[in-house]
């Protein structure tokens, strides 16, 4: 079946601006989290949702940041008023239950911000 | 934050020489994961190490969790230009909580 997708595959934007990043999991994955990866090194946690219960957003940077997950399926990270330090790799992944699970990663979008 | 420190950050090696990669931390975890990463793509996952002390062989890779459950080790064996790749640990700490390392970036010259 087809795996984690992620749209777009690059997005060049303003600062300022805001931007949207899109997350298709694979179905019947009831997991889905998102990171932000920098410079190709570690990734860093920003969010998680589980099934219909309410998100960790424990790892968000800032209010400029916000996800939701629509239907129990595809997700949306919006950064607003981008900054210049939002550019990362931002890559979303979705497991079939809880962290011990194995995470199956999208390609990832690659923001840079001007 | 339970932090996963990765040595070495960047190594670049010789193919067909043998490698090894440390994944060390503070904290205890329940299990630990392995992922690599080539460019553009998202990590793979490796193998999961549960138990304490435990040894897991893919191929030529071998990977163990340390007896603590703190640390975790990579081994590479006559390594191939096809292990390039950016090489994360993850620790995994209650039921949602997933903490990657700071990466080991690996280059295999032919």
């Known amino acids: 079946g087809a795996g984690v997708s992620q749209s777009p595959s690059n997005k060049v934007t303003e600062k300022g601006k805001d931007v949207e990043l899109r997350c298709d999991p694979i179905?019947?994955?009831?997991?889905l989290y998102w990171y932000r990866q920098s410079l190709g090194q570690g990734l860093e946690f920003l969010i998680y949702f589980q099934g219909n219960s309410a998100p960790d957003k424990s790892g968000l940077p800032s209010d400029r940041f916000s996800a939701e997950r629509t239907g129990g399926s595809v997700s949306t990270l919006t950064i607003q008023r981008t900054q210049q330090e939002d550019s990362a790799v931002y890559l979303c992944?979705?497991?079939?239950?809880?962290?011990?699970?194995?995470?199956?990663f999208g390609p990832g979008t690659r923001l840079l911000v001007l | 934050t339970q932090l996963l420190e990765q040595s070495p950050q960047f190594l670049s090696i010789q193919e067909g020489e043998n490698l090894t990669v440390y994944c060390n931390s503070s904290?205890?975890?329940?299990?630990l994961q392995w992922y690599r990463q080539e460019p553009g793509e998202g990590p793979v996952l490796l193998v999961t190490?549960?138990?304490?002390?435990e040894v897991k062989k893919l191929k030529r890779l071998t990977f163990q969790f340390g007896d603590a459950r703190k640390d975790s080790s990579l081994h590479i064996t006559a390594a191939q230009t096809g292990d390039t790749g950016l090489y994360l640990c993850a620790g995994v700490s209650g039921a949602n909580n997933l903490f990657f390392g700071t990466g080991t970036r690996l280059t295999v010259i032919p």
């Open positions: 179905s019947g994955h009831t997991a």
């Open positions: 992944a979705s497991t079939l239950g809880g962290a011990e699970e194995t995470q199956y």
């Open positions: 904290s205890v975890f329940s299990s």
């Open positions: 190490v549960v138990t304490g002390g």
